[in-house]
């Protein structure tokens, strides 16, 4: 228990009488006499405190919130008696929070509700303490502090917002949302979809000449992209998927894309599984149906980038153990010409089975030192290495073409569309 503002004021009071004692306007007694009251008062007033029933809180939120995105909570108050309280949610630590700490006024039999809003900033499993009150004592000369409501634990996953909103949408006009861009040959595929009129621009071999006989006009066979295909997203964890970039790490902006890119193919037909490398390794087998994304969900949102080097022939044999099936596997890491080596050596043991696609992502901040103007000799030095470094990440990169790996150079921001664009490629194209 901590003295209120109003103790405070009374014990002012009383070393101001005081003073008027030692210049003799007021008798001592009189000091004695309001020093004694105040006692009393206080005492009364702290006894009283011991059977305040202390008002019921229940917190309203989301079992599973999306990184980054702004949400509201709600604490709804029951009061027990006419209370003076002060709230302050026992949040997790550092996620930026407004509308806290809040004072109200609370009656008997009624519920007050208040709202704040709360920013989740790192992925994984988290925990609100309870609630911690501070309540005035029915003469509000003390405050106690305690904590009341329940704990309660909250997955923050990765911000699955642009997946609903491609929902409202085709496949084909999710896939432009995305920024990929779509090079179609209209009724070409592997797959036989269905039988239409002959139309302007269709090729010779589509014509069914047997059914145009039998209707006397041209008729042409449409077919679709082969459905039922496999999709394996490959995701480095080591160190280098720890840098920043918009406040988050690579890796983050990594399994936002995945998802993506998982999203739509799921909606395309395809089986899509995931496998995380590293010390905690996941595994998820491909599926088929929509489900499949809370499953890829649920695998990954506590997954997070460790102070390791990267093992690439690690994470191939383990696919190649789990995966027996031919699949497109997307590696999304950073490829560095030290590494590269290793990751040929990864490769060339997918490539036995699988059709291998490798995503580099690129740091912008690399880009800008670059861009920027040169007026002195740390200038200089600086842009000299970044071009350095930049030649030896071509090569590596280079390097991997010529073993006939598709290989993406992209920053972050366009790893969605870049991912989305080579998976439509491949089916197009009939790859796998």
Request: charged share 25%.
């Amino acid at each position: 228990m901590r003295p209120g503002r109003p103790l405070l004021w009374l014990l002012v009071l009383l070393a101001l009488l005081g003073g008027a004692v030692v210049l003799g306007h007021v008798p001592v007694w009189g000091w004695y006499l309001a020093g004694g009251g105040i006692v009393l008062l206080a005492v009364l007033d702290a006894a009283l405190t011991r059977w305040q029933v202390l008002p019921r809180i229940q917190r309203e939120l989301p079992e599973a919130l999306p990184l980054g995105v702004e949400r509201e909570v709600t604490l709804s108050l029951e009061g027990v008696g006419r209370q003076w309280v002060e709230v302050f949610d026992l949040h997790p630590e550092g996620w930026p929070m407004q509308g806290l700490p809040r004072k109200l006024k609370l009656d008997a039999r009624t519920i007050s509700s208040i709202a704040y809003r709360l920013r989740p900033i790192a992925r994984g499993d988290f925990l609100f303490e309870g609630v911690q009150v501070r309540i005035s004592s029915p003469l509000r000369l003390w405050r106690r502090s305690r904590i009341v409501g329940e704990r309660k634990q909250v997955q923050v996953c990765p911000n699955f917002a642009p997946l609903t909103r491609f929902a409202l949408f085709s496949a084909d006009q999710a896939s432009r949302l995305v920024g990929a861009h779509l090079k179609r040959r209209r009724g070409e595929g592997t797959d036989f979809h269905q039988m239409r009129e002959y139309r302007a621009g269709d090729s010779m071999r589509q014509i069914d000449w047997k059914a145009t006989a039998r209707s006397r006009k041209l008729i042409s066979r449409e077919y679709q992209d082969e459905k039922n295909q496999q999709l394996v997203m490959l995701l480095d964890t080591g160190r280098r998927m720890m840098a920043r970039e918009d406040g988050y790490a690579h890796f983050d902006h990594v399994l936002d894309a995945s998802l993506v890119v998982s999203y739509l193919a799921l909606r395309r037909g395809d089986a899509v599984g995931m496998l995380a490398g590293g010390e905690n390794s996941r595994w998820v087998a491909p599926q088929r149906g929509m489900g499949s994304l809370d499953r890829l969900l649920r695998a990954s949102y506590d997954l997070q980038p460790q102070p390791v080097a990267t093992d690439y022939l690690d994470m191939a044999t383990g696919l190649a153990l789990h995966q027996r099936r031919r699949a497109l596997v997307m590696l999304v890491t950073n490829v560095r010409d030290e590494d590269i080596e290793d990751l040929l050596g990864a490769v060339r043991l997918l490539q036995k089975r699988h059709l291998v696609c490798v995503a580099s992502l690129r740091e912008r901040a690399l880009d800008a030192a670059l861009a920027s103007e040169v007026v002195d000799l740390p200038d200089a030095i600086r842009a000299g290495a970044v071009a350095h470094y930049l030649q030896q990440r071509n090569a590596a990169h280079e390097a991997l073409r010529r073993h006939r790996v598709m290989t993406l150079d992209v920053a972050s921001a366009d790893l969605p569309a870049a991912l989305v664009e080579r998976y439509l490629s491949v089916k197009r194209d009939g790859l796998l």
